[in-house]
Nanobody, 124 residues
Framework: QVQLVESGGGLVQAGGSLRLSCAAS??????????MGWFRQAPGKEREFVAAISRSGGTTYYTDSVKGRFTLSRDNAKNTVHLQMNSLKPEDTAVYYCAAEANGVVSTFSPGSWGRGTQVTVSS
């Protein structure tokens, strides 16, 4: 079982930037075995996929609404992933959840582990 802890959320004006981080840990845990990613859930809406990154970090996959604005990266030496969010819009406001899938595939990311989430609020 892997534990995921998000950080970096907050309040920002439209057009601004935030960097979310996710630290992973666990017993008998090998971070590089996991595809990592982010989902988000806005008030009154279903949780939606945001981005995923392959185990090596060589492949990333984004939902269309964040392409060109968000960048997902990972540091396998530090068991962390980072979501750099630029040009933020009010519609990006949501709780952002870090997620992990053991031995997964980026294009069919289906997490089995979730963090508790971090709030991102973008004001207009």
């Amino acid at each position: 079982q892997v534990q995921l802890v998000e950080s970096g959320g907050g309040l920002v004006q439209a057009g601004g930037s935030l960097r979310l981080s996710c630290a992973a840990s666990g017993r008998f845990f090998s971070f590089s075995y996991y595809v990592m990613g982010w989902f988000r859930q806005a008030p009154g809406k279903e949780r939606e996929f945001v981005a995923a990154i392959s185990r090596s970090g060589g492949t990333t996959y984004y939902t269309d609404s964040v392409k060109g604005r968000f960048t997902l990266s990972r540091d396998n030496a530090k068991n962390t992933v980072h979501l750099q969010m630029n040009s933020l819009k009010p519609e990006d406001t949501a709780v952002y959840y870090c997620a992990a899938e053991a031995n997964g595939v980026v294009s069919t990311f289906s997490p089995g582990s979730w963090g508790r989430g971090t709030q991102v609020t973008v004001s207009s």
